[in-house]
């Protein structure tokens, strides 16, 4: 892959590459705890990801709603007659978890494309919670 590039530019492009993988996860990641903890906040939103499929073999994380990926930024009317509240303003928090912590980044990035603020990713979605949970 850095063939192509000049070795010149080579070794920045890796260094701004390492360096986001770094930060990157102290700036935008939900812990176990914090997520263990959203029943007590109903200003969060904790939105699985995954498919309905996924969720009958598996169970969810208390607290959360099934919103799969691929509708993951559905209108105020639809959102709140399908989960019971309102839709999230653009500076709400919300969590986006799923399997095992990819999904989540393309969740992330449609809800940022949307203008939501204050998203942030439970890397370790639902294989963590389930492991933690003795599930």
Excluded at 28 to 38: H, L, S
Excluded at 39 to 62: A, C, F, M, W
Excluded at 93 to 101: D, E, H, M, N, T
């Amino acid at each position: 892959m850095y063939l192509s590039v000049p070795a010149r530019k080579s070794v920045p492009c890796r260094l701004a590459y390492q360096l986001n993988a770094i930060i990157r996860p102290l700036c935008n990641m939900a812990t176990y705890e914090q997520v263990k903890d959203v029943p007590n906040h109903p200003e969060i939103y904790l939105i699985d990801v995954r498919e309905k499929e996924e969720l009958r073999q598996t169970g969810s994380i208390p607290a959360s709603l099934n919103i799969p990926c691929n509708n993951v930024a559905p209108g105020s009317k639809e959102f709140k007659s399908s989960y019971g509240r309102d839709k999230p303003g653009k500076d709400s928090k919300i969590i986006f978890s799923c399997r095992s912590g990819k999904r989540v980044l393309e969740a992330e990035k449609i809800a940022k494309a949307q203008g939501f603020s204050n998203v942030v990713i439970y890397k370790g979605s639902w294989l963590e919670w389930a492991q933690r949970e003795g599930l």
